[in-house]
C-alpha cells in the first residue's frame, strides 16, 4: 500500500503546484488536496492519511486549529504546516501544538519533498499483533526507527519512546526511565499501538535496549517462580531429554541439577543448546524429539572453530560474533559466548513461523536462563 499524503490548502492554483510537483518527484505517494481544514478533518476521518501538510491562514478552521484537531484524534498521524509567516512565534506556536515541522513559503518543493519522505521511512503506525513487545524493540533498533509506543497490560498502561532506534524514555504510573522501561517490557501479553512518530525528546534511559529486555527477563521469570507456572513447559512441547550427555562426568552435582531443570522452546524454534566449542558436548538443550540435536551441535562447534581460523588470517584481534546458516525453510543462528570462547550458543527455528529477531532474542532469553 503506498503512502497518502494530505495537502491542505485554500488556493486551488497552489494546491494543483504543489500536488502535481510532489506527484512528479515521488510517484509512488498518494497526493491528496483539501481545499479547508473542515474538509481535511472528514477526509482523515474517513479514508486515513499517512501525512499531513497543512497552511495555517484559512478561512473557517485554519491550520492552527486542524494541528490541534490531529494532535487529539490522530497523534499517529506526523503533521507539517506552511505559511508566509517566518516569525519565531509562529514557529513556536505550531511545535507547541505537535508539528513535526514548519516550512516558510515560497516553499522549496525538492526539499520538501526529502523532508516528508525521511519522515514517512522513519514513522511506524497501527497497532502490533502476534509478537512480543521486546521482540518488537529489537526489530525497531535494527531499523533505526522513531516511533511512540502505548503499551497497555492488564492492569498497567505506559509509553516507550524509540529515537532512531534507541530506547529513550519509558513512564508508567509514577516509575519513569529504566525502571518504567524494565517493568513494561516485562508485562506479559501486552498490547502494543504505536501512537506517536516521537512524544518528547527527552532522555531519561542511558542503558542500552538488551540490558533492559535481560532485566526484564529476570523480573518475567521471578514472577514465574513465584506463581509456579512455565511459559512454555518442556511437558507440552514434546522436547528430547535436556540432561547432560553420558561420560561428561566433570559437571559439579549443582552444575548437574541447573543443566537437567526444564527448558522451554517457544513456537517455531526447534532446538536450543549452549555446547562446549571443542567437542560438541552438550551442556543445556532443549529440542524437538525429530531434531537431531548432538549432531547438529557437533557440527555447529567444528564449524566455528573453522570459522575462526579463517577469520583470525583475514582480519586478525577481531572475533566472530555470530554464524548465520540459512536454508529455504530453516535457519541456524551460532554465537559464542565470550571472547575467546570455549562454549557457543545454538538456536535452529523454522522461517515461516520465526524471524531473526525473535529467534536471537530466544537465545539470549535461553543463555541467561541457563547462566
Known sequence: ?????LIVE???????LLSRSFARQRPDLTIVTSGNGAEAVRLVSDSGVDLILTELTMPG?????LLAWAADHCPEVPVFAMSTSDDAQTVSRVSALGAVGYFAKPIDVKAVVLRLTAELSQTVRGHVQNVSLASFLQLMEMERKTCTLMVAGAHNSGTLVMRKGELIDAETGTLRGSQAAISIVAWPNPSITIARHLTTEHRSIDQPLGFIIMEAMRVQDEALRDTGVS?????RRGLASNSLPSGSGSKTPAAAASANRDLYLPSGV???AIAEANTGSLLH???REDFPMPECA???GSLLHQQSTAFSLSDPGQEIEELLLFSATRCEVIRPLGVGAARFALVAFELAECNLVVARLELTRFVFACG
Open 298 to 300: 557437533l557440527v555447529a
Open 61 to 65: 478552521l485554519d491550520g492552527f486549529e
Open 285 to 287: 538443550w532443549a529440542a
Open 231 to 235: 511459559e512454555w513447559p518442556a511437558s
Open 1 to 5: 500500500m503506498t503512502s497518502r499524503v
Open 10 to 16: 485554500d488556493d486551488p492554483a497552489q494546491a494543483r
Open 270 to 272: 526447534c532446538a536450543m
